[in-house]
Structure formats: C-alpha cells, structure tokens
C-alpha cells in the first residue's frame, strides 16, 4: 500500500524550514531589491538627463522588448540545463552589467544610450535568470510544499517593489544614482554565494534527464500552456487586469489636476496600492492555504480590483482615493497568491520553467501595453473616462472568462487538480494500437 502524501502546512512560513530554501529566499530579498533600487534610479537619471516623458517612456520599451524577444528561449533553457548553474552565470552577468552602469555615473560618463543598452542587457539576462529561478525554488522544498514556496515567493517579490523605490530614493537623494547601481551590484553576490552551496539541497526527485534546446521544445512549452484551461484562463485574466486597469500610471495626473494634493500628495497615492499589496500578500501566506474554493476566491479578487479601480475613477477626495487604491493591491495580491501557486502546482517539473517564460510575456507585457492604453485614452476622453472604463473593461473580461473557463471556477486546491490534471495526461497519451 503506498503511503499517503504528508500534509503541507496551511501557512506558507512553513517552506523556510528547509535551509536550502531559505538561504535562497533571503539571498533573493537582497537581489530583488537591488533590482526594484536600479529601476527607480534609471527613471531619475533618463528625467535628469533629459527632462523628457518620451524618454522615461522608452526605459519600458528596453526593458519590455528583450524580454518579449528572449523570454521563451530562456523557458527552454531553464528546462535544458541545470538552472542552479544557469543562474550563476546570469547573476554574475547582471552583477557586472549594474557595476559597469554604477562606474560610469559615479565617475560622470553616465549618457542615454549608455543606460539604455545596459537596462537591455539586464532584462535580456532576465529573461533566462527568472524562468530558471523561479522554477528552481519548487526543486528547494517538498512536491506537497509547492504552493507555500510559491505563495511566499509572492511577498517576497511585493515587499521589495515597495521597499526598493524607497530606498533608492534616500540612497540617491544623499550619496547619487551611481551609489543606488552600486548597491544592486553588491546585492547579486549572496544569491552568487547561495547558489554555489546549493547542489546538496535539491530535492533530487526533482532532477531529470538532459532535455534538447530546440524550437521543438519552445512550442512543447506553449501547448503545454494553452491545453491546460486552469494556466490559460489564469494568465489571460492576469493579462487583462494589467492591460484595462492601469490606474497607477496616472496618477500624476490625479494628484495635480483631480485630487489637487501636489507632490507630497503624489507620494502617499503612490504608496497606496504598495500597501494594500503587502498586506494581501501576508495574508495569503498565513492562511491561502485554507482556502478551499481558489478559483472563485480568485475571480472575486479580480473583479473587486477592477470595482476598486472605478472608485478610485470617481473619487474626488483624497482619503476614498488611497482606500481605493490600497484596494487594488490588496485584491491584486490575493488574485497572485492563489494564481502563482497554481502555476507552479499544475506544471511538471520538467516544463516548468517554459512555463514561467509565457507566463513572463504576460505579466511583462500586460502592464507595459496597459500604460500606453491608459495614456491613449485619458489623452483623447480624460483621466477619470480612462480609469473608470479600465475598471468596468476589467469586471466585463472576468465575466467573460469564467463563464468561458468554468474549470476555472471549480478550482479548489493545487494538489487535489494537479493529481487530476496528471492522470488526464497520462491517459491523453496512452492509445490503444489499432489491428
């Protein structure tokens, strides 16, 4: 008789008793505040040089574009190759690549096409470092532990948004933008030194054959994605959430002409949705794994950040604006802590990886996409018509996709879906011989 599958904690702290994991998971929080700390100090840096919006607009396009363009060869790879191996080489890649940025502002040498190119170069390594990384914390902790790594990897990666900017702000209003790019550069060498100690932490259940780097591979990955309803319907909801209800990119506009609270009122705006985020995350990690019925939990989340968004559309005063906007973090947070395990739960480990490359286009994509649209349409109808159409577009398209994905809408727990979702598998491919 086999034995039964141990039961995961329902709170996902449980996950840092692995040591392999949780000298990961610290070693990230530096890095992916390095990361958060070098964007906001590009942005300063391209408006400081040239005082231009079509500027800080392209910082996007470099950021967005290489990853498009390299995002699901790095799945592939991630699949093909041993990932701890590959992250060394990436992280030691962007280490260089920040500490060449961090040498030519501090000596003065700093220009446009300069930070361009470098702010390229990293998003293409990340295009191979996150697929590899995210798909090599599964690897760091029990099969029925998937959905805590995953759900504290969702606070771990809303934290450092919010503290990031922060930091960079008080780095680069005292010592230059040059000490922020020299900060991210010192902060890959933990994850550096991490990863060289980590062979003897993988769970070697996990570990599977040389795989093949080929286009073959690549589409492997993208049918995987679009024949599994649960992952499909999941990242197209994230995608429209970001792409229709991308309220934060305007709200410059709010706090200077709707809301009249000028730049100290911009900043607490600013904060709001990073507040909301952090706490939906904890929550999450304390008790997503309690939640029984994830699918609908999920898709209320979603339509609530879409209904958060059209209040914060119509609000004329500033305490129902920052509730409203702590609304969408919030809700935004819940949705990611139960799409994220999901993801993780429901891909064998060896697509894992090509996996997170599509999912990667969405998330990357939808946001960038998102920004234009909102801009696009505040310039021709105003802000407030972008906002609150964004929120009611956002509300439409989760209709529209659990009526169209009712699986979804009966998704309950990763495990119980992910043993079915294999067994439909198994049996898709087993056919009968013909005489």
């Keep these: 008789m086999n034995k039964p599958a141990p039961e ?13 994991f949780r000298w990961f998971f610290i070693a990230q929080i530096f890095s992916i505040t390095g990361s958060a700390m070098q ?55 962007m280490l260089v690549f920040a500490a060449l940025l961090a040498i030519v502002t501090i000596s003065g040498s700093e220009s446009l096409a300069l930070i361009y190119v470098l702010t390229a170069a990293m998003s293409g390594m990340s295009a191979f470092d996150q697929p590899a990384r995210n798909a090599m914390v599964t690897n760091l902790v029990a099969p029925h532990e998937i959905s805590n790594a995953a759900r504290l990897n969702v606070v771990m990666y809303t934290v450092t948004a919010v503290f990031g900017p922060v930091i960079a702000g008080l780095i680069i209003g005292t010592f230059g933008s040059g000490a922020a790019y020299l900060f991210n550069a010192l902060s890959f060498i933990p994850v550096v030194i991490v ?52 309220a934060t990119v305007l709200l410059p506009v709010y706090a200077t002409d709707v809301l009249k609270v000028g730049a100290t009122g ?92 599509v999912n990667m286009i969405f998330f990357m994509g939808g946001p960038q996409l998102g920004e234009f649209e909102a801009g696009v349409v505040a310039n021709l109808f105003g802000p407030v018509a972008s906002v609150v159409t964004g929120g009611v577009a956002t509300v439409l398209a989760v209709a529209w996709i659990a ?20 067994l439909k598998r198994e049996s898709a491919v087993i056919t009968p011989s013909g005489d």
């Design 39 to 93: 964007l906001a100090a590009v942005n300063w840096d391209v408006w400081r040089i040239t005082h231009n919006e079509l500027a800080l607009g392209v910082v996007g396009l470099v950021r967005v574009v290489p990853i498009i363009i390299l995002s699901l060869l790095g799945g592939v790879v991630a699949d093909a190759i041993d990932r701890r191996k590959l992250q060394l080489a990436t992280q030691s890649l």
């Design 266 to 357: 911009y900043g607490i705006l600013s904060a709001a949705p990073a507040i909301g985020a952090t706490l939906g995350a904890i929550v999450m990690a304390q008790y997503g794994g309690r939640i029984m019925k994830q699918g609908v939990v999920m898709l209320w989340a979603v339509a609530l950040f879409g209904v958060s968004t059209i209040v914060f559309g119509y609000a004329t005063v500033f305490w129902l604006s920052l509730l409203a906007l702590a609304g969408t973090g919030f809700t935004d947070s819940i949705s990611a802590g139960i799409r994220s395990p999901l993801r993780q739960v429901l891909t064998p480990d060896h697509l894992r990886g090509r996996m997170l490359s």
């Design 195 to 246: 990863l060289f100690g980590l062979r003897r932490f993988v769970f070697p259940a996990t570990l599977g054959a040389k795989r093949a780097i080929s286009f073959n591979a690549m589409f492997e990955g993208l049918r995987f994605v679009k024949g599994s309803p649960l992952l499909w319907s999941t990242m197209l909801v994230d995608f429209f959430a970001t792409l229709l209800a991308s």
């Design 8 to 20: 995961a904690s329902s709170s996902a702290w449980s996950v840092l008793r692995h040591p392999g």
């Design 403 to 422: 009526y169209n994905f009712p699986t979804l809408t009966r998704y309950r727990t990763g495990m119980e879906l992910a043993e079915a979702d294999a």
